[in-house]
Protein backbone atom coordinates (compact mmCIF):
# COMPACT_ATOMS: atom_id res chain seq x y z
CA UNK A 1 0.00 0.00 0.00
CA UNK A 2 0.89 3.54 -0.86
CA UNK A 3 -0.01 6.68 0.36
CA UNK A 4 -2.50 8.70 -1.10
CA UNK A 5 -1.12 12.10 -3.53
CA UNK A 6 -2.44 14.10 -0.82
CA UNK A 7 -0.90 12.37 2.23
CA UNK A 8 2.42 11.86 0.02
CA UNK A 9 2.52 15.80 -0.54
CA UNK A 10 1.86 16.59 2.76
CA UNK A 11 4.43 14.31 4.37
CA UNK A 12 6.70 15.80 2.28
CA UNK A 13 6.22 19.41 3.26
CA UNK A 14 6.72 17.82 6.96
CA UNK A 15 9.44 16.27 5.94
CA UNK A 16 11.17 19.20 4.68
CA UNK A 17 10.20 22.00 7.47
CA UNK A 18 11.91 19.28 9.80
CA UNK A 19 14.93 18.89 8.15
CA UNK A 20 15.28 22.54 8.00
CA UNK A 21 14.59 22.84 11.90
CA UNK A 22 16.14 19.44 13.17
CA UNK A 23 19.14 19.06 11.37
CA UNK A 24 17.92 17.02 8.80
CA UNK A 25 15.35 15.07 10.78
CA UNK A 26 12.37 13.94 9.26
CA UNK A 27 10.09 13.44 11.80
CA UNK A 28 7.43 11.73 10.69
CA UNK A 29 7.30 12.42 7.41
CA UNK A 30 6.76 9.87 4.33
CA UNK A 31 9.72 8.38 2.68
CA UNK A 32 10.69 9.48 -0.80
CA UNK A 33 11.81 7.93 -3.65
CA UNK A 34 12.13 4.06 -2.92
CA UNK A 35 12.29 4.34 0.90
CA UNK A 36 9.31 3.67 2.46
CA UNK A 37 7.61 1.55 -0.20
CA UNK A 38 8.25 -1.72 1.45
CA UNK A 39 4.93 -2.42 3.44
CA UNK A 40 4.96 -5.66 3.57
CA UNK A 41 4.08 -8.50 6.19
CA UNK A 42 2.51 -11.85 5.93
CA UNK A 43 -0.36 -13.75 8.04
CA UNK A 44 0.61 -15.65 11.22
CA UNK A 45 -0.02 -19.36 9.20
CA UNK A 46 1.23 -20.44 7.04
CA UNK A 47 4.21 -18.22 6.51
CA UNK A 48 5.79 -20.43 3.97
CA UNK A 49 2.71 -20.66 1.42
CA UNK A 50 2.31 -17.03 2.19
CA UNK A 51 2.87 -14.49 -0.42
CA UNK A 52 3.57 -10.44 -0.13
CA UNK A 53 0.74 -8.36 1.06
CA UNK A 54 -0.26 -4.78 2.16
CA UNK A 55 1.02 -4.41 6.20
CA UNK A 56 -2.24 -3.39 6.88
CA UNK A 57 -3.93 -6.93 5.45
CA UNK A 58 -1.22 -8.47 7.59
CA UNK A 59 -3.14 -10.43 10.48
CA UNK A 60 -2.12 -10.28 14.17
CA UNK A 61 0.49 -13.35 14.85
CA UNK A 62 -0.81 -16.11 16.77
CA UNK A 63 2.21 -15.70 19.38
CA UNK A 64 4.92 -12.98 19.72
CA UNK A 65 8.07 -13.64 18.11
CA UNK A 66 11.48 -13.58 20.09
CA UNK A 67 11.10 -9.50 21.19
CA UNK A 68 12.94 -6.60 22.63
CA UNK A 69 13.15 -6.12 26.69
CA UNK A 70 10.25 -3.75 26.71
CA UNK A 71 8.22 -3.50 29.61
CA UNK A 72 4.62 -5.22 29.09
CA UNK A 73 4.28 -4.94 25.46
CA UNK A 74 5.86 -8.18 23.95
CA UNK A 75 3.31 -10.36 26.27
CA UNK A 76 0.11 -8.56 25.89
CA UNK A 77 0.49 -6.21 22.87
CA UNK A 78 -0.44 -7.89 19.34
CA UNK A 79 2.29 -7.97 16.73
CA UNK A 80 2.48 -8.93 13.58
CA UNK A 81 3.71 -11.92 11.80
CA UNK A 82 6.88 -11.84 9.98
CA UNK A 83 6.79 -11.43 6.24
CA UNK A 84 8.81 -12.78 3.37
CA UNK A 85 12.19 -14.26 4.16
CA UNK A 86 11.45 -13.20 7.94
CA UNK A 87 11.32 -9.13 7.22
CA UNK A 88 9.96 -7.28 9.87
CA UNK A 89 6.04 -6.46 9.23
CA UNK A 90 4.79 -3.04 8.71
CA UNK A 91 1.06 -1.55 10.12
CA UNK A 92 -0.09 1.39 8.44
CA UNK A 93 -4.31 1.32 9.01
CA UNK A 94 -6.39 -1.32 10.78
CA UNK A 95 -7.32 -4.39 8.43
CA UNK A 96 -10.78 -4.00 10.03
CA UNK A 97 -12.19 -0.69 8.74
CA UNK A 98 -15.56 -0.85 9.92
CA UNK A 99 -15.91 0.13 13.40
CA UNK A 100 -15.10 4.25 14.37
CA UNK A 101 -11.93 3.45 15.75
CA UNK A 102 -8.99 5.69 15.48
CA UNK A 103 -5.26 5.97 16.79
CA UNK A 104 -3.67 9.07 17.86
CA UNK A 105 0.14 8.94 17.30
CA UNK A 106 2.56 11.19 18.89
CA UNK A 107 6.08 11.66 17.65
CA UNK A 108 8.32 12.55 21.00
CA UNK A 109 11.61 13.41 18.39
CA UNK A 110 14.74 14.23 19.18
CA UNK A 111 17.85 13.34 17.86
CA UNK A 112 21.42 12.28 19.41
CA UNK A 113 23.35 15.69 19.51
CA UNK A 114 20.46 18.06 20.16
CA UNK A 115 21.38 18.01 23.97
CA UNK A 116 22.98 21.51 23.47
CA UNK A 117 20.04 22.73 22.17
CA UNK A 118 17.96 21.69 25.24
CA UNK A 119 20.43 22.79 26.86
CA UNK A 120 20.01 26.55 25.53
CA UNK A 121 16.13 26.06 25.99
CA UNK A 122 14.95 24.48 23.62
CA UNK A 123 11.72 22.73 24.31
CA UNK A 124 11.76 19.36 22.89
CA UNK A 125 9.10 18.16 24.89
CA UNK A 126 5.12 18.70 25.27
CA UNK A 127 3.73 18.54 28.48
CA UNK A 128 0.50 20.30 28.01
CA UNK A 129 -0.26 17.99 25.31
CA UNK A 130 0.09 15.14 27.60
CA UNK A 131 -2.31 16.82 30.15
CA UNK A 132 -4.61 17.09 27.49
CA UNK A 133 -4.86 14.09 26.63
CA UNK A 134 -5.60 12.89 29.69
CA UNK A 135 -7.72 15.41 30.80
CA UNK A 136 -10.04 14.55 27.24
CA UNK A 137 -9.05 10.61 27.83
CA UNK A 138 -7.66 9.96 24.60
CA UNK A 139 -5.84 6.48 25.06
CA UNK A 140 -2.53 7.35 22.27
CA UNK A 141 0.55 5.64 21.52
CA UNK A 142 3.96 8.13 21.72
CA UNK A 143 6.59 7.33 19.78
CA UNK A 144 9.22 8.02 21.75
CA UNK A 145 13.44 8.22 20.56
CA UNK A 146 15.65 7.03 23.61
CA UNK A 147 17.35 10.74 23.26
CA UNK A 148 14.18 11.96 24.05
CA UNK A 149 14.01 10.00 26.89
CA UNK A 150 17.23 10.51 28.41
CA UNK A 151 16.40 14.33 28.43
CA UNK A 152 13.12 14.58 30.33
CA UNK A 153 13.93 10.74 32.04
CA UNK A 154 10.67 12.10 34.18
CA UNK A 155 8.01 12.51 31.53
CA UNK A 156 9.19 9.61 30.06
CA UNK A 157 8.65 7.53 33.29
CA UNK A 158 4.64 9.37 33.92
CA UNK A 159 3.96 8.78 30.59
CA UNK A 160 5.31 5.11 30.41
CA UNK A 161 3.56 4.34 33.75
CA UNK A 162 -0.27 6.03 32.86
CA UNK A 163 -2.37 3.46 31.70
CA UNK A 164 -3.82 6.13 28.88
CA UNK A 165 -0.47 5.97 27.27
CA UNK A 166 1.94 3.15 25.65
CA UNK A 167 5.19 4.12 24.70
CA UNK A 168 6.61 2.38 20.93
CA UNK A 169 10.36 2.96 19.56
CA UNK A 170 11.25 5.76 17.65
CA UNK A 171 14.62 4.97 17.47
CA UNK A 172 17.79 6.13 19.67
CA UNK A 173 19.37 8.79 17.56
CA UNK A 174 16.71 9.65 15.36
CA UNK A 175 18.84 8.96 12.08
CA UNK A 176 17.83 7.28 8.85
CA UNK A 177 17.54 3.65 8.57
CA UNK A 178 17.51 4.13 4.52
CA UNK A 179 18.89 6.78 2.59
CA UNK A 180 18.01 8.79 1.18
CA UNK A 181 15.58 10.41 4.25
CA UNK A 182 15.43 13.82 4.24
CA UNK A 183 19.19 14.31 4.82
CA UNK A 184 19.05 12.02 7.84
CA UNK A 185 22.94 10.69 8.31
CA UNK A 186 22.23 6.65 7.61
CA UNK A 187 22.76 3.68 10.02
CA UNK A 188 23.95 0.37 8.80
CA UNK A 189 22.13 -2.62 9.15
CA UNK A 190 23.63 -3.67 12.66
CA UNK A 191 24.01 -0.11 13.98
CA UNK A 192 20.34 0.26 13.37
CA UNK A 193 19.28 -2.55 14.87
CA UNK A 194 21.55 -1.77 18.09
CA UNK A 195 20.20 1.98 17.82
CA UNK A 196 16.45 0.13 18.20
CA UNK A 197 18.01 -1.41 21.40
CA UNK A 198 19.49 1.31 22.87
CA UNK A 199 15.85 3.07 22.95
CA UNK A 200 14.38 0.25 24.76
CA UNK A 201 17.25 0.39 27.13
CA UNK A 202 16.83 4.44 27.70
CA UNK A 203 13.20 3.86 28.31
CA UNK A 204 13.71 1.07 31.01
CA UNK A 205 16.24 3.29 32.76
CA UNK A 206 13.58 6.01 32.90
CA UNK A 207 11.60 3.73 34.47
CA UNK A 208 8.82 3.83 31.52
CA UNK A 209 6.63 0.27 31.77
CA UNK A 210 3.78 0.57 29.32
CA UNK A 211 6.24 -0.36 26.76
CA UNK A 212 5.08 -1.70 23.18
CA UNK A 213 6.74 -3.80 20.69
CA UNK A 214 6.08 -1.17 18.03
CA UNK A 215 8.68 0.91 15.99
CA UNK A 216 8.01 4.02 13.44
CA UNK A 217 11.21 4.33 10.93
CA UNK A 218 12.77 8.25 11.66
CA UNK A 219 11.10 10.12 8.88
CA UNK A 220 8.70 7.05 8.08
CA UNK A 221 11.70 5.89 5.72
CA UNK A 222 12.59 2.30 4.98
CA UNK A 223 12.98 -0.42 2.28
CA UNK A 224 13.57 -4.12 2.82
CA UNK A 225 17.00 -3.46 3.45
CA UNK A 226 16.11 -1.71 6.68
CA UNK A 227 12.72 -4.12 7.28
CA UNK A 228 15.66 -7.26 7.48
CA UNK A 229 17.80 -5.04 9.39
CA UNK A 230 15.52 -5.45 12.45
CA UNK A 231 14.33 -9.15 11.69
CA UNK A 232 14.29 -10.92 14.61
CA UNK A 233 13.72 -8.15 16.76
CA UNK A 234 9.72 -8.86 17.60
CA UNK A 235 8.75 -5.40 16.63
CA UNK A 236 6.05 -4.15 14.61
CA UNK A 237 7.37 -1.10 12.01
CA UNK A 238 4.21 1.15 12.21
CA UNK A 239 3.36 3.80 9.69
CA UNK A 240 0.30 5.83 9.24
CA UNK A 241 -2.61 6.39 6.40
CA UNK A 242 -3.20 10.13 8.01
CA UNK A 243 -0.42 13.12 7.97
CA UNK A 244 -1.60 15.74 10.40
CA UNK A 245 0.64 18.53 9.09
CA UNK A 246 1.62 19.85 12.60
CA UNK A 247 5.23 20.14 12.32
CA UNK A 248 5.65 23.87 12.59
CA UNK A 249 2.41 24.84 11.30
CA UNK A 250 1.05 28.52 13.03
CA UNK A 251 -2.61 27.62 12.19
CA UNK A 252 -4.11 25.06 14.68
CA UNK A 253 -7.68 24.87 13.10
CA UNK A 254 -5.66 23.99 9.40
CA UNK A 255 -4.10 21.26 11.53
CA UNK A 256 -7.02 20.07 12.37
CA UNK A 257 -8.97 20.30 9.19
CA UNK A 258 -6.55 18.24 7.43
CA UNK A 259 -6.82 15.06 10.17
CA UNK A 260 -10.64 15.00 10.37
CA UNK A 261 -10.79 15.64 6.09
CA UNK A 262 -8.30 12.27 6.25
CA UNK A 263 -9.42 10.09 9.41
CA UNK A 264 -11.28 7.07 8.25
CA UNK A 265 -12.18 3.90 10.48
CA UNK A 266 -9.40 2.10 11.40
CA UNK A 267 -6.97 5.46 10.81
CA UNK A 268 -3.35 5.73 12.56
CA UNK A 269 -2.56 9.68 12.24
CA UNK A 270 0.70 10.67 12.81
CA UNK A 271 1.20 13.77 15.08
CA UNK A 272 4.22 15.04 17.64
CA UNK A 273 4.89 15.80 20.93
CA UNK A 274 7.74 18.67 20.58
CA UNK A 275 6.72 22.12 21.61
CA UNK A 276 9.35 23.37 19.41
CA UNK A 277 8.96 21.80 16.33
CA UNK A 278 4.88 21.63 16.61
CA UNK A 279 3.51 24.65 18.52
CA UNK A 280 -0.17 24.37 17.76
CA UNK A 281 -0.83 20.49 18.30
CA UNK A 282 -2.08 20.71 21.91
CA UNK A 283 -5.11 23.36 20.39
CA UNK A 284 -5.09 21.03 17.36
CA UNK A 285 -6.09 18.09 19.37
CA UNK A 286 -8.88 20.20 21.49
CA UNK A 287 -10.95 20.90 17.81
CA UNK A 288 -9.83 17.00 16.67
CA UNK A 289 -11.29 15.15 19.74
CA UNK A 290 -14.65 16.53 20.44
CA UNK A 291 -15.68 16.74 16.37
CA UNK A 292 -14.28 13.25 16.05
CA UNK A 293 -16.15 11.94 18.97
CA UNK A 294 -19.59 13.65 18.14
CA UNK A 295 -19.11 11.67 14.20
CA UNK A 296 -18.91 8.42 16.68
CA UNK A 297 -15.14 7.71 16.08
CA UNK A 298 -13.90 6.12 19.60
CA UNK A 299 -9.95 6.61 20.32
CA UNK A 300 -7.49 3.40 20.91
CA UNK A 301 -3.99 2.98 20.71
CA UNK A 302 -2.17 1.44 18.25
CA UNK A 303 -2.14 -2.14 20.11
CA UNK A 304 -6.00 -2.39 19.69
CA UNK A 305 -5.98 -1.66 16.00
CA UNK A 306 -2.70 -3.79 15.24
CA UNK A 307 -5.03 -6.77 16.81
CA UNK A 308 -8.19 -6.08 14.75
Known sequence: MTLSVRNAAAAAALGAALCAALSGC?????????????RLGTPAAPP???SPASSSASSPAAAPPASPAVGHGPGKAPTLAPGPNGLTPVFERARQQTEKTVALTFDADMTADQGPRAAAGERFDNPGLISTLKALGVPSTVFMTGRWAEEYPDQAKAIGTDPVFEVANHSYSHHAFTSPCYGLPALDGAAARADVDRAFAAFRKAGAVNTVPYFRFPGGCHD??????????????VQ??????????????????????GVKPGSVVVMHCTRS???????AVRKIVPELRKRGYRFVKVSELVGT
Do not use: H, I, N, Y
Open 240 to 261: WDVVSGDAFAKDPDAVAAQVLA
Open 224 to 237: ERALRALAGSGVTA
Open 48 to 50: AAS
Open 277 to 283: AAPVTEE
Open 26 to 38: GGGGAASGAAGQA
